[in-house]
């Protein structure tokens, strides 16, 4: 994008999703990075960077403003930027690259015809058949939106970059996106049984995700028509991030690779799953629930999720 257009003063950068921890500001220190490279090579000027954190009325930009690096003395204005991006977020015409690191599986709002999706909590294998549909057009309709805003709010050519959790076949009950949630729902179920849990709210909860195939994420910007697709890619991540990918016979304590993905789970999911059912049942069931994720870890070699990265330019 900086070979291609006019030498601007100013870089207009946003990151959807930004959240308030320590990877916050990571992509950040690379778009300066790559921008000093480009300009170094071309024997340009280096232009000011301002970036925009994206995130939640309900993200804590406290902490992020705390946070923010020195940036070794480079030009960089950052703001934050309250609310959600299936929405307009910026002025017309006025972003020159979009960022976004694994937020848009989560959707707007939990769809709406979920209500019989008794005992499961996403889209699993006793699902009535109209839950799978329901989600799929929830995000076919989120993902729209997120384009045509988007649309509205970059400059012309201007680059996005897109990554986040999808699934490798057409088949929304697949195990490499059902599997996790098919054994978070079984260590709700058990506190169920001992008499912690109420079944109905189990079966009133349905996690506001949604885990594309490639097939539709690309059909749907094709639809949409704002942007043109540059490139599309898939890869696997393990469960468990400890676990080498590279060496199959690499095996981790299950009770440890339990742990870890409980608490990559625990991470992103806690505040939900207590607005739901109360904040005293949180450590008693991710303890069960790394208990069930270690057990199925020593029998099968899992991927956590699909990650899909999208690179587009605006037309």
């Not at 996403?122 to 989120?142: L, W």
């Not at 994420?217 to 696997?236: A, C, D, P, T, Y």
Request: net charge negative; charged share 25%.
């Amino acid at each position: 994008m900086l070979s291609k257009m006019v030498h601007v003063p100013c870089i207009k950068v946003a990151d959807l999703g930004c959240a308030s921890g320590p990877n916050t500001f990571f992509p950040t220190c690379e778009v300066m990075d790559i921008i000093a490279s480009v300009c170094r090579q071309a024997h340009w000027e280096s232009p000011e960077l301002q970036v925009f954190l994206n995130d939640l009325p309900q993200n804590d930009f406290n902490t992020v403003f705390k946070s923010i690096p020195a940036f070794n003395g480079k030009p960089c204005f950052v703001a934050g930027v309250a609310g959600s991006f299936y929405q307009r977020l910026f002025p017309s015409k006025s972003i020159h690259f979009v960022h976004s690191s694994y937020s848009l599986h989560w959707l707007s709002k939990v769809p709406r015809g979920v209500e019989a999706n008794k005992g499961n909590l996403y889209i699993a294998k006793t699902s009535p058949p109209n839950v799978s549909k329901a989600y799929s057009e929830q995000y076919r309709n989120d993902f729209s939106r997120f384009l045509r805003f988007r649309s509205e709010e970059m400059i012309t050519e201007g680059r996005m970059l897109l990554t986040f959790i999808g699934r490798s076949i057409t088949d929304p009950t697949s195990k490499d996106c059902c599997t996790i949630w098919d054994l978070f729902t079984k260590s709700l179920l058990d506190l169920v049984a001992e008499g912690l849990v109420c079944e109905s709210d189990v079966d009133s909860f349905n996690v506001p995700y949604y885990y594309p195939c490639k097939e539709e994420v690309r059909e749907i910007i094709e639809k949409e028509g704002s942007f043109v697709l540059n490139k599309l890619e898939i890869f696997e991540v393990n469960w468990d991030f400890e676990d080498d990918v590279c060496n199959e016979n690499f095996v981790l304590e299950k009770s440890k690779s339990g742990r870890n993905v409980a608490n990559c789970i625990r991470a992103i999911t806690e505040s939900m799953i207590a607005s739901h059912f109360g904040d005293t049942i949180i450590d008693d069931l991710f303890s069960r629930f790394a208990e069930h994720v270690g057990e199925h870890l020593s029998c099968e070699k899992t991927k956590y999720y699909v990650t899909i990265v999208v690179s587009m330019t605006m037309k």
